[in-house]
């Protein structure tokens, strides 16, 4: 076995751990690393739809203002390293197995007051991954919720709230106001925070927390304001109140104007500290690629990826899938356990002619046939064990002029995108 291998297959071992919030680990851990965290300025996202695409596009801009920018990211589709980037690359194998085995020395020789579970790692990975690479600034995807993710061991220089859903209830509180204050509690003391329009009670914690923390707090459509401009399979175009001016984004679907929208914002906000031009903003927004967001992968026919995993992603995948030609309409679908499967298929389903529902090879990921029961009612509805066979089904049944659409966990997705590319990854 490989020296690569066996750090990842360490690594994913820890996943059988389960989720442990909290941060006494990652804080131990990181200053025995000599707290890397410190070393580079950060933006901090958190949120229930749309916090990777902000995430993708701040760091965009960071790059085209010319800084040397870390990504860090969570889950990631095909490949472990996708998680963290440096100026959009990934890092090797060799230095991947070296930092591992850094950690794993660290874990052999010292105490913690947990056993440290694969994210708590991962993140330390990519902070020291980051310093390694003396990283200017760095936008930070919060994993879970934020007040316990072992990611709110950061700084930042501005905080982002995308928009909140029920989601992790187990984790995070069974109402809407719990979850907005696991999400809200990413805000600092004196650190401005932008944040999405939100639900009454989410949004009444949010300000709260801002106020009771003396941070700025801009919400969309009540301090800044955002127009769709245009949509189409390439892209949106965006009119935003703070630059003035209209923008393109290559990310298909009205829902990404929302997201433009708080990415520039937050970029105004750095320019209080750092310099970050309304030239670098527009050209960093027009550079953004994000993988799996409504991405057309194959002409013939029609295919798109698309990680919708929650009813409010369902619903605004599902108002954008007039713009895909193509007949008939075949959907493959495969989410997690801890999502609600059955309130995303009752709004995404009745808009496809045949549903094929998979599994991806996670443990936390609903049987083809649990996923065929949250699609109950649908008139062409079956179960297919594995999302490469799913797939192929979906294709033929399409045909070479039909529309094919693969959605649901990013690990579903990751496999649809691995198998129809022929690539490989950890």
């Given at each position: 076995?490989?020296?690569?291998?066996?750090?990842?297959?360490?690594?994913?071992?820890?996943?059988?751990?389960?989720?442990?919030?909290?941060?006494?680990?990652?804080?131990?851990?990181?200053?025995?690393?000599?707290?890397?965290?410190?070393?580079?300025?950060?933006?901090?996202?958190?949120?229930?739809?749309?916090?990777?695409?902000?995430?993708?596009?701040?760091?965009?801009?960071?790059?085209?203002?010319?800084?040397?920018?870390?990504?860090?990211?969570?889950?990631?589709?095909?490949?472990?390293?996708?998680?963290?980037?440096?100026?959009?690359?990934?890092?090797?194998?060799?230095?991947?197995?070296?930092?591992?085995?850094?950690?794993?020395?660290?874990?052999?020789?010292?105490?913690?007051?947990?056993?440290?579970?694969?994210?708590?790692?991962?993140?330390?990975?990519?902070?020291?991954?980051?310093?390694?690479?003396?990283?200017?600034?760095?936008?930070?995807?919060?994993?879970?919720?934020?007040?316990?993710?072992?990611?709110?061991?950061?700084?930042?220089?501005?905080?982002?709230?995308?928009?909140?859903?029920?989601?992790?209830?187990?984790?995070?509180?069974?109402?809407?106001?719990?979850?907005?204050?696991?999400?809200?509690?990413?805000?600092?003391?004196?650190?401005?925070?932008?944040?999405?329009?939100?639900?009454?009670?989410?949004?009444?914690?949010?300000?709260?927390?801002?106020?009771?923390?003396?941070?700025?707090?801009?919400?969309?459509?009540?301090?800044?304001?955002?127009?769709?401009?245009?949509?189409?399979?390439?892209?949106?175009?965006?009119?935003?109140?703070?630059?003035?001016?209209?923008?393109?984004?290559?990310?298909?679907?009205?829902?990404?104007?929302?997201?433009?929208?708080?990415?520039?914002?937050?970029?105004?906000?750095?320019?209080?500290?750092?310099?970050?031009?309304?030239?670098?903003?527009?050209?960093?927004?027009?550079?953004?690629?994000?993988?799996?967001?409504?991405?057309?992968?194959?002409?013939?026919?029609?295919?798109?990826?698309?990680?919708?995993?929650?009813?409010?992603?369902?619903?605004?995948?599902?108002?954008?899938?007039?713009?895909?030609?193509?007949?008939?309409?075949?959907?493959?679908?495969?989410?997690?356990r801890d999502k609600d499967a059955k309130g995303a298929m009752t709004i995404m389903s009745p808009k496809?002619?045949?549903?094929?529902?998979?599994?991806?090879?996670?443990?936390?990921?609903?049987?083809?046939?649990?996923?065929?029961?949250?699609?109950?009612?649908?008139?062409?509805?079956?179960?297919?064990?594995?999302?490469?066979?799913?797939?192929?089904?979906?294709?033929?049944?399409?045909?070479?002029?039909?529309?094919?659409?693969?959605?649901?966990?990013?690990?579903?997705?990751?496999?649809?995108?691995?198998?129809?590319?022929?690539?490989?990854?950890?």
């Open positions: 076995m490989s020296a690569i291998k066996e750090d990842i297959d360490w690594l994913f071992s820890l996943e059988n751990m389960g989720i442990k919030l909290g941060l006494s680990n990652i804080r131990s851990l990181l200053s025995m690393l000599g707290d890397p965290q410190d070393r580079f300025g950060t933006v901090h996202v958190a949120g229930s739809n749309g916090k990777g695409s902000v995430s993708a596009m701040t760091a965009s801009i960071l790059r085209s203002a010319g800084y040397r920018t870390g990504l860090y990211t969570s889950p990631h589709l095909v490949r472990y390293t996708e998680r963290m980037t440096v100026d959009g690359n990934e890092m090797d194998d060799v230095r991947l197995s070296k930092m591992i085995g850094e950690v794993r020395e660290l874990l052999d020789s010292r105490q913690f007051p947990h056993p440290l579970t694969f994210f708590e790692i991962t993140t330390a990975l990519a902070f020291l991954y980051f310093s390694d690479e003396n990283v200017e600034e760095a936008v930070i995807e919060v994993g879970m919720g934020g007040r316990l993710d072992a990611t709110n061991i950061i700084k930042p220089r501005c905080s982002v709230i995308t928009r909140l859903s029920m989601e992790h209830t187990g984790f995070l509180g069974d109402t809407l106001g719990k979850i907005a204050y696991e999400k809200a509690s990413i805000i600092k003391d004196s650190v401005p925070v932008i944040s999405s329009p939100q639900e009454p009670q989410a949004m009444k914690v949010i300000s709260w927390m801002a106020k009771s923390r003396a941070a700025p707090l801009s919400v969309l459509g009540d301090h800044f304001l955002a127009d769709c401009v245009k949509r189409d399979m390439n892209g949106v175009t965006v009119a935003l109140s703070s630059l003035g001016m209209q923008v393109r984004v290559g990310l298909p679907g009205r829902y990404q104007c929302e997201n433009v929208a708080l990415a520039a914002e937050c970029a105004m906000v750095l320019a209080d500290t750092i310099e970050v031009s309304h030239e670098s903003i527009i050209a960093g927004l027009s550079k953004v690629r994000w993988p799996g967001r409504l991405e057309i992968v194959r002409d013939s026919p029609l295919t798109v990826l698309d990680v919708t995993h929650t009813p409010d992603g369902a619903r605004a995948v599902s108002s954008e899938l007039d713009m895909f030609p193509g007949s008939p309409r075949v959907l493959v679908v495969g989410m997690l496809f002619d045949h549903v094929i529902c998979t599994s991806s090879h996670s443990d936390r990921a609903l049987s083809p046939q649990e996923m065929k029961a949250a699609c109950a009612g649908h008139k062409s509805c079956r179960a297919i064990a594995g999302v490469d066979k799913a797939v192929k089904a979906a294709m033929r049944k399409a045909g070479p002029k039909g529309f094919v659409m693969i959605c649901g966990s990013l690990y579903t997705v990751g496999e649809a995108m691995q198998f129809l590319e022929g690539g490989n990854g950890p």
